[in-house]
């Protein structure tokens, strides 16, 4: 079977979509993937490797300028025409909403993967737009895949799909042979926590500064690092001011940040199913996250402490409560994250998912 598969983001379909992809062409399929590089060569190489054939695209992931959208669209009509697939997987919005579009005039089947539901979804100047555009293109998918429950409800509230149609995953699982914990001993003298994501406003970086200026000003022994690349330039000035905070860039593996710290902090305004969470779960690290759909399923099992999104006072209480822990708790806390998600997000749930639909079209 040819199955071509649309995203936004090379990064994206290597770090949680490769296992996937890799067990298509174990199982003889065609494989054809279309995504920006974003300069990361290396991915696409590693794709190539294993015999996929890789369609550079254009998706402007944040505007919305109709202008470039068409662009986008046009391009997708292109590939489906040149890679003639047999299914179409999508993930994250635009590809979503007009890569399934184009399949559908190819008359191609569509498996959609709602990640999360975006901004576009939270702005009340484009949500009616942005749901009447998810209505055209939902009408004739096959299946759509969904992270979390509220995502799901949202969809079949506001009639996008039919929830006949809809299946709930665990996010986009996590590889627990590549993220396990490795030896880390903590260090009573310095406890580190660390945002893992993009620096833009929605994923709460604004809640977590605040948040580190408050409480090193009463401890002298923790410490705030923050993983990612600037998504608004604003922060940058902001962090270069403050001794408070460690930035330490973007890496193409987080596993070492990860191991270094104590805690990860997610405070995120809305999320799919965290993936930052499920792979620092997975390294065995207590976590704290905003009580939201897509970060409330994976901090249970008493392995951290939720807090009220885009709230500083509830932050710093989740982060006080770390703080005062003992040796033992913390490390039964990181325990409890890796026992979690060997038996509930494990990724060969997701893939398994994924071959059942691909064997019933």
Known sequence: MKILIISNSIHGLYNQRFELIEKFIEEGHDVTICAPNELDNYKVQEFINLNVTYIKSFVNRRGSNPITDSRTFFSYMKVLKVSKPNVVLTYTVKPNIYGAIAARLFKVPVIMNITGIGTALVSSKLKTFVINLYKISCNKVHTV??????????????????????????????????????????????????????????????EYLEAAERITEEHSNVEFQILGNYEEIKYKNIIAQSPRIRFLGSSNDVRNEIKAVDCIVNPSYHEGMSNVLLESAAMGKPLLASNIPGCKEIVSNNNGFLFEKQNVDSLCNALTRFITLDKEEVLQMGKKSRELVTSQFDRQIVINSYLNIINSI
């Open 145 to 206: 895949f969904f992270q979390n429950t509220s995502n799901k409800e949202m969809f079949i509230e506001n009639e996008i799909v039919e929830e006949e149609k809809t299946q709930l995953i665990p996010g986009s699982g996590v590889n627990v042979n590549k993220y396990y914990p490795l030896s880390k001993t903590r260090d009573d003298e310095v406890i580190r926590f660390l945002y893992i994501g993009r620096l833009m406003k929605e994923k709460g970086i604004e």
